[in-house]
C-alpha cells in the first residue's frame, strides 16, 4: 500500500522584519553620517620663491593701525538712552607705521589711496581702548572698501 503524500501549503516569507531591519541600517548610517565642512576660507600666506616653478612676487604693503588713548575723559549717565554711560572729553591717537593722526577724518584721508582689494589692514587697540573707539575706526576702514581686516592681540602691559 502506497501512502499518499500530503501536499504541504506553500510557504511565503513574511518580508516586514527584512523591510524593518533595512530601515533601522538606513536610519542608523544617516544618524551616524558626518559631513564634512569648511567652516571659512584659510588663506595661506606660502613661500613663492620655492618649489618647482619659482618666480618674484612683489611684497604686500600690510597696514598696522595702532589705537592709543591719549586723554580718556570722563564717564557720564546718558540722559537719552536711560543707565547707558557715554565718554565725554574722550581723545585717541591713531598710529600708522611714522604717521600720527588724532582725528579720524585724517586716517581716512591716508588710508584713501591704498588698494582696497589687496592691502590687509591690522588694528591694535592698546590699554585704554573701548570697543566704541575699535568699531569708529572699523567702519572709516570698511566704509573705505577694505576687504582685508583683521584684530591683534591683547597688549596689557603696555
Same mark, same amino acid.
Given at each position: 500500500?502506497? /501512502?499518499?503524500?500530503?501536499?504541504?501549503?506553500?510557504?511565503?516569507? =513574511?518580508?516586514?522584519? $527584512?523591510?524593518?531591519?533595512?530601515?533601522?541600517?538606513?536610519?542608523? $548610517?544617516?544618524?551616524?553620517?558626518?559631513?564634512?565642512?569648511?567652516?571659512? /576660507?584659510?588663506?595661506?600666506?606660502?613661500?613663492?620663491?620655492?618649489?618647482?616653478?619659482? $618666480?618674484?612676487?612683489?611684497?604686500?604693503?600690510?597696514?598696522?593701525?595702532? *589705537?592709543?588713548?591719549? =586723554?580718556?575723559?570722563?564717564?557720564?549717565?546718558?540722559?537719552? $538712552?536711560?543707565?547707558? &554711560?557715554?565718554?565725554?572729553?574722550?581723545?585717541?591717537?591713531?598710529?600708522?607705521?611714522?604717521? /600720527?593722526?588724532?582725528? *579720524?577724518? &585724517?586716517?581716512?584721508?591716508?588710508?584713501?589711496?591704498? =588698494?582696497?582689494?589687496?592691502?590687509?589692514?591690522?588694528?591694535?587697540?592698546?590699554?585704554?581702548?573701548?570697543?566704541? =573707539?575699535?568699531?569708529?575706526?572699523? &567702519?572709516?576702514?570698511?566704509?573705505?572698501?577694505?576687504?582685508?581686516?583683521?584684530?591683534?592681540?591683547?597688549?596689557?602691559?603696555?
Amino acid at each position: 500500500m502506497r /501512502r499518499k503524500r500530503r501536499e504541504t501549503p506553500e510557504t511565503k516569507p =513574511d518580508m516586514t522584519p $527584512f523591510s524593518d531591519m533595512t530601515f533601522q541600517l538606513l536610519v542608523f $548610517f544617516l544618524v551616524t553620517l558626518k559631513f564634512r565642512t569648511l567652516e571659512g /576660507r584659510l588663506d595661506a600666506a606660502l613661500p613663492k620663491d620655492m618649489g618647482t616653478q619659482t $618666480f618674484e612676487t612683489e611684497p604686500i604693503e600690510k597696514v598696522d593701525i595702532l *589705537l592709543w588713548v591719549t =586723554d580718556p575723559g570722563s564717564k557720564q549717565k546718558d540722559s537719552f $538712552f536711560k543707565g547707558k &554711560d557715554r565718554w565725554v572729553g574722550r581723545s585717541l591717537r591713531y598710529d600708522v607705521g611714522s604717521q /600720527r593722526f588724532t582725528r *579720524l577724518e &585724517d586716517l581716512e584721508r591716508f588710508l584713501s589711496p591704498m =588698494d582696497k582689494e589687496e592691502t590687509p589692514i591690522t588694528l591694535d587697540a592698546r590699554k585704554g581702548t573701548i570697543n566704541e =573707539d575699535v568699531v569708529k575706526v572699523l &567702519d572709516v576702514v570698511i566704509g573705505l572698501g577694505f576687504r582685508k581686516v583683521s584684530f591683534a592681540g591683547s597688549h596689557e602691559e603696555e
